[in-house]
């Protein structure tokens, strides 16, 4: 059966809403916070001045703020952290081969299996999560200027709401 031709598609004469549609808007939103929240690290006097020019030169992707996001203070198994990031173990592997690389964490011995290796931040890592802290409040409050209080604020309840609901969490 032959594909319709583009102008006999569904829809052919609107296909804005491939632009606007809910996911596209949160993926984008989150792509710029995630930008934002990197930029203002990369200009943090606390962070390590290798770390914060890796930052600045876009060294640093958002894939590497999933270890900052998920990695407890206690530590995790390699696997447990990279089911929490939902990514696979072998890409959250990479990951922190780059981030023990650049002194953000550590592997050490599982006390409870030795044949397991748990992933720590070092003392640059918890300057790392300081400053992601500071940065992620930064750009809340900045997202929640340029919105308002009430829009933000909403935005921030659905969004909860919604991620509560996901399947498979």
């Known amino acids: ?17 491939r632009q606007t ?13 995630d930008a934002r929240v990197l930029q203002l690290m990369a200009h943090n ?13 876009d060294q640093v992707s958002a894939a590497h703020v999933h270890i900052t996001r998920h990695l407890s ?6 696997t447990d952290l990279a089911q929490r990031a939902g990514m696979t173990k072998q890409a959250m592997a990479n990951l922190v081969d780059q981030c023990e690389a650049w002194g953000l964490v550590t592997r050490e011995a599982d006390p409870l299996d030795a044949r397991a290796r748990r992933v720590h931040f070092t003392a640059t890592g918890l300057a790392w999560l300081q400053a992601f802290r500071e940065a992620v409040a ?32």
């Open 45 to 57: 006097v606390e962070v390590p001045l290798a770390l914060s020019n890796l930052a600045a030169r």
């Open 21 to 33: 549609h809910l996911g596209r808007l949160m993926g984008s939103a989150l792509r710029r916070f």
């Open 1 to 17: 059966m032959p594909f319709p031709a583009p102008h006999d598609a569904p829809d052919a004469q609107n296909a804005g809403w």
């Open 138 to 169: 930064q750009a809340q409050a900045e997202f929640r200027a340029e919105v308002g209080d009430d829009v933000a604020t909403v935005v921030s309840i659905g969004l909860e709401a919604y991620a509560g609901g996901a399947v498979g969490d």
């Open 73 to 78: 203070l206690q530590g995790d198994r390699l």
